[in-house]
C-alpha cells in the first residue's frame, strides 16, 4: 500500500507493508495501521504531521519513504486530507 501524507504543502508517498490499513475518523483525523510481527498492530497517527514521514524516513514500523518533499498541487480550490491511500 502507498499513502499519500501532506504535511505542511508538500506531498510524502511512504510504502506500508502488505496488511497495513487506513481508518478515518468521522471527528477529523487519520490513523495507519501496521502489521506488527510478534502479533498485534502497530498505530500511526497523523498528527502531529511530522511524525508519519520521519518514522518512514527512519525505515521503522514497516514503512519506508518513496519520495518526499513534492509541492502539493490545489485542484479547483479543494486541498486533501492528511491521508490519501491508495493500493498498487
Avoid at 29 to 44: A, C, K, M, Q
Avoid at 49 to 74: D, H, N, W, Y
Wanted: aromatic share 10%; hydrophobic share 40%.
Amino acid at each position: 500500500m502507498v499513502v499519500k501524507h501532506f504535511y505542511k504543502g508538500k506531498v510524502y508517498e511512504i510504502e506500508a507493508p502488505a496488511g497495513s490499513r487506513v481508518h478515518r475518523s468521522s471527528l477529523g483525523g487519520s490513523v495507519l495501521y501496521t502489521p506488527n510481527p510478534e502479533g498485534g498492530e502497530h498505530f500511526i497517527p497523523d498528527w502531529p504531521g511530522c511524525l508519519m514521514p520521519q518514522i518512514a524516513e527512519k525505515g521503522e514500523q514497516g514503512l519506508r519513504l518513496i519520495s518526499g518533499c513534492k509541492t502539493r498541487f490545489v485542484i479547483l480550490g479543494v486541498y486533501a486530507t492528511f491521508l490519501d491511500s491508495l493500493v498498487l
